[in-house]
């Protein structure tokens, strides 16, 4: 088993990896839409609207994916977390265009709020690139 971390997405905020490499997968921890932190060290902030944090989201997912050598195409499941289905439509845009043609296995999750009050988190699970 790998542990995944890149600087380039959002570090994990309590006893967790971003991703862990195992078995022929990689799992990449529920990402919210943070923006970079503006200085290192800094606890970032989130994006404004469900637009943005879904664009922020899928970019530390995509992020992970690199570090672990893996892309937006070996993704084969996706779970997303929002805390009111009418923002589906406006996740799913940008869910889309980041996916394109690829269409991984997905779970839509109505929850009742998402910690530090996002609109959105994702998480998924991709094959892993042969070592």
């Not at 997968?25 to 923006?35: D, E, K, R, W």
């Not at 265009?97 to 991984?104: E, N, V």
Request: without cysteine.
């Amino acid at each position: 088993m790998d542990i995944i971390h890149t600087p380039n997405a959002t570090p994990p905020a309590g006893h967790y990896s971003q991703a862990v490499r195992a078995n022929g997968f990689v799992f990449v921890s529920g990402q919210l839409g943070f923006l970079p932190a503006a200085e290192a060290g800094a606890r970032p902030s989130l994006a404004v609207g469900a637009t943005a944090q879904t664009e922020a989201a899928l970019r530390s997912v995509k992020a992970i994916l690199e570090a672990a050598g893996a892309s937006m195409g070996s993704v084969v499941n996706v779970t997303v977390y929002i805390p009111d289905i009418g923002l589906w439509d406006e996740v799913n845009r940008v869910y889309e265009r980041a996916f394109g043609d690829h269409r991984p296995a997905r779970a839509v999750v109505p929850t009742r709020e998402l910690h530090y009050g996002a609109l959105v988190e994702i998480s998924v699970v991709a094959v892993a690139a042969q070592r």
